[in-house]
């Protein structure tokens, strides 16, 4: 079965500042799709941002991007300019058909 | 708008008492699934559909069951409460193809006194 990793339980960064949540994940297949998930306290869990595993370019919405090295099988979650708001629970998660798998998630917690 | 709704948004309810939580979603998506998270924590597939009258039991054993005679409508059920039950449950959908992400409810906070 494939499973996700996320090693960080728990993460703490300096508004504005830069933080990297780390993620890895098993798996024997080529084709697939990862995500990250953002659960702010008490509100609803959102898409963050995607990667399809065949694109060797890593994604990017925003101040979000993301370090997809595929045959490490890694796929961390830069943030830039981080922003009070971003404090939550990140999660990422694998998709492949009908299979998709979360991390155990990492706590964000922002400074002013 | 697009959305997936779970009612209702907090419940208090005590021992041995029979209990839905609703689940419905306008996307038109076939695939809906129920988790468990205790706040904070990691989610724990308990269940999951991939269409009308289809439903089977996820990575973690639950006493719940669930039903699918509506693609828009995905009730969990526990015909008898346990304060072991206290947790989150969390609804979501997806769309048939696997490029897409799951879509989350609000989520319903249980309390089993």
């Known amino acids: 079965a494939q499973t996700v990793t996320q090693s960080q339980p728990e993460m703490s960064v300096q508004e504005a500042e830069t933080v990297t949540l780390s993620c890895t994940y098993d798996?024997?297949?080529?084709?697939?799709?990862l995500f990250w998930y953002k659960q702010p306290p008490s509100r609803q869990m959102i898409l963050v941002i995607r990667q399809e595993a065949y694109k060797q370019q890593n994604a990017t919405e925003n101040r979000f991007s993301v370090n997809f090295q595929k045959a490490a099988k890694s796929f961390s979650l830069k943030i830039s300019d981080s922003q009070l708001g971003d404090a939550a629970m990140y999660f990422c998660a694998y998709r492949r058909l009908n299979d998709m798998r979360f991390g155990a998630g990492t706590r964000l917690t922002v400074k002013p | 708008e697009a959305d997936i709704y779970q009612t209702p948004r907090y419940l208090v309810i005590g021992t041995g008492k029979k209990i839905t939580l609703e689940c419905s979603q306008t996307m038109g998506h076939d695939k809906m699934y129920w988790y468990q998270q205790d706040p904070g924590m990691e989610l724990h597939l308990i269940h999951y559909s991939y269409g009308v009258n289809s439903t089977e039991k996820g990575d973690l054993s639950s006493e719940s069951t669930v039903s699918r005679i509506r693609t828009e409508h995905f009730p969990l059920t526990l015909e008898s409460a346990r304060p072991s039950h206290t947790s989150q449950y969390l609804c979501a959908s997806t769309s048939r193809g696997e490029a897409y992400e799951q879509y989350f409810g609000p989520g319903t906070r249980l309390t089993v006194t």
């Open positions: 798996t024997s297949e080529s084709d697939y799709y």
